[in-house]
């Protein structure tokens, strides 16, 4: 089968889409990988994930190291999802990851994510890299990624997301994502103010707790920032990814291989070289021109409220379009009450998807929360084509909702 059909193929072969739990993905990685010996650094939390596990990556590989890395979701092609030496990896060698786990796996039933998640540590091996850098998916506890036993482990952030599996509070999503952590590991903490059951948990399991404005911290400048942890770097560029926030998800990336600096050597020019290297698509990327326009995967109240801060450190003379569309199971009145004030029209299109909410839903909501400037389209790409014709040269377009919102503009202005 060529990819799309591997593709198409694993999206029917579990019974549900998300099924949480260890057992039968381990079952599966003891027959495919009976013995791993790349170091893993597990990344989770519920936003900054995508950014440190960039950071991770572009300081170790400018420190010298063969670099695995395994993020979720993509936006534009699933091998966004696998990278070996900052490189996406090809069609053919997901295919033979896909057939070997098909083998592998016999009666034992897996999602698309433990199918992914399997491929991705089966290519690090077979490409013998240095070091695995996996991103969580949902949660930590039972996620897929927690199969693989960390060298160290990073909660980026804990905020209210997917409560239907992680429960509805901080306490109890917290209590989740710490399942990550390992006795006797670093467990790094990049949450200014995380619950207090996070630190209990790495407590209760003897990892060693490493949390941001306690064992490291950051200090920003105008046009640099200043690191202080385990060691100390003055003046160092500001990252190549904007917003205020990328400071304490570059701060955590440092932290984290700093506790594991007995396996991996990390200069301070690595650190600089890193720093301007690393991007992820959709975090706060800027395009070029005028009007300013700005697509940002924001998709529950603590993403968008982190993006509503960038904008209003950043004003611009005109107007705010949005071009905003969301999942039906997303906090889509959290999101909206975050952005209410840095957006003047907002530009809503629903999404054709069996999670995806109808723009009529969406305008329900908007007037809920006191929006009354909405206009509706009919898809995210006429969304963004209305914006772009209407915005003028000192206006903002800011696209934001869902990772689905993003893909569908970044595919557009690709063609």
């Given at each position: 089968?060529?990819?799309?059909?591997?593709?198409?193929?694993?999206?029917g072969l579990h019974p549900t889409a998300i099924d949480l739990g260890l057992q039968r993905v381990a079952q599966v990685r003891d027959v495919l990988l009976p013995v791993i010996k790349t170091p893993v650094i597990v990344?989770?939390?519920?936003?900054?994930?995508?950014?440190?596990?960039?950071?991770?990556?572009?300081?170790?590989?400018?420190?010298?190291?063969?670099?695995?890395?395994?993020?979720?979701?993509?936006?534009?092609?699933?091998?966004?999802?696998?990278?070996?030496?900052?490189?996406?990896?090809?069609?053919?060698?997901?295919?033979a990851a896909f057939a070997a786990i098909e083998v592998a796996r016999g009666d034992v039933s897996l999602s698309y994510f433990e199918f992914g998640t399997l491929a991705a540590m089966w290519l690090f091996d077979k490409a013998a890299v240095d070091v695995a850098i996996m991103e969580v998916g949902l949660g930590g506890r039972l996620d897929a990624v927690n199969i693989f036993d960390a060298r160290c482990a990073v909660i980026t952030s804990v905020d209210i997301d997917?409560?239907?599996?992680?429960g509805a509070t901080r306490e109890l999503i917290a209590r989740e994502k710490a399942g990550v952590f390992r006795t006797g590991r670093p467990a790094i903490c990049g949450d200014m103010s995380p619950p207090e059951v996070l630190h209990d948990e790495a407590l209760r399991l003897g990892a060693n707790w490493l949390a941001i404005g306690d064992a490291y911290r950051f200090q920003p400048h105008v046009s640099s920032w200043d690191y202080h942890g385990a060691g100390e770097y003055l003046n160092l560029p500001l990252p190549l990814m904007q917003g205020d926030y990328q400071l304490s998800n570059a701060a955590t990336?440092?932290?984290?291989?700093?506790?594991?600096?007995?396996?991996?050597?990390?200069?301070?020019?690595a650190i600089r070289e890193g720093l301007q290297h690393a991007k992820v698509p959709g975090r706060f990327q800027v395009l070029p021109g005028k009007p300013q326009r700005i697509l940002d995967v924001a998709h529950n109240p603590h993403g968008a409220s982190a993006l509503a801060?960038?904008?209003m450190d950043a004003p611009v003379s005109g107007k705010s379009y949005a071009v905003f569309s969301m999942l039906a199971d997303k906090d889509i009145a959290g999101v909206v009450a975050a952005m209410r004030d840095v957006?003047?029209?907002?530009?809503?299109?629903?999404?054709?998807?069996?999670?995806?909410?109808s723009a009529e839903t969406l305008q329900m909501v908007l007037a809920s929360v006191g929006v009354t400037n909405i206009v509706l389209v009919g898809s995210v790409e006429?969304?963004?084509?209305?914006?772009?014709?209407?915005?003028?040269?000192?206006?903002?377009?800011?696209?934001?909702?869902?990772?689905?919102?993003?893909?569908?503009?970044?595919?557009l202005i690709a063609d």
């Open positions: 089968m060529c990819l799309d059909e591997w593709l198409h193929y694993l999206e990344v989770g939390g519920t936003n900054g994930k995508g950014s440190t596990c960039a950071y991770l990556e572009s300081i170790l590989t400018a420190a010298g190291y063969r670099v695995g890395l395994y993020t979720s979701p993509h936006l534009l092609r699933y091998n966004e999802r696998v990278r070996i030496t900052q490189s996406e990896v090809d069609d053919a060698a997901l295919c997917h409560t239907e599996y992680l990336a440092i932290a984290a291989l700093e506790s594991v600096c007995a396996d991996f050597s990390v200069t301070e020019s801060a960038n904008l957006i003047d029209v907002w530009v809503v299109a629903g999404l054709d998807l069996p999670r995806g909410t006429a969304a963004w084509i209305f914006a772009c014709e209407q915005a003028q040269e000192n206006d903002r377009i800011c696209v934001f909702g869902s990772f689905y919102t993003v893909a569908a503009v970044l595919r």
